[in-house]
């Protein structure tokens, strides 16, 4: 499979949010064809544009250069847009931050891959 694709399965994730909650039970997750939770709709304005902004970077880039948000933001994508955003508190350790961001990452290299 080469060098992106080492350890890639034509099985994608059961669940990303399973998994999500497993890692970080209070982070939030939402699609972006649906409603957004009361969490979201409870926050600033300027901070929903934040993320969205830091989700469509995310999509794009598996990361996101400039942080607006006051949230890590990640993203599940389909064709390099956002699908379904994650949300994590910064105050959690880096370290188990980026095993979320090891494991989002492998998601969306998985759809890319094996889509048919």
């Known amino acids: 499979m080469g060098f992106f694709g080492r350890g890639l399965t034509s099985e994608s994730c059961a669940d ?3 998994a999500l909650h497993g890692l970080f039970p209070e982070a939030c ?3 972006v064809n649906a409603p ?4 979201i709709r409870g926050l600033s304005s300027s901070e929903r544009r934040a993320i ?3 989700a469509a970077a995310f999509a794009s880039d598996f ?3 400039r942080p607006r948000s006051s949230f890590d933001v990640f993203a599940i994508s389909k064709d390099s847009a956002p699908q379904r955003i994650f949300l994590v508190d910064r105050k959690i350790p880096r370290q188990e931050r980026n095993r979320w961001w ?4 492998r998601i969306n290299l998985q759809e890319a891959l094996f889509r048919t």
Do not use: G, H, M, Q
């Open 52 to 54: 969205l902004a830091d």
């Open 29 to 31: 997750s939402f699609s």
């Open 16 to 18: 990303p949010e399973k």
């Open 63 to 65: 990361r996101v250069v």
């Open 102 to 105: 090891t494991t989002i990452r």
């Open 36 to 39: 957004p939770p009361e969490f």
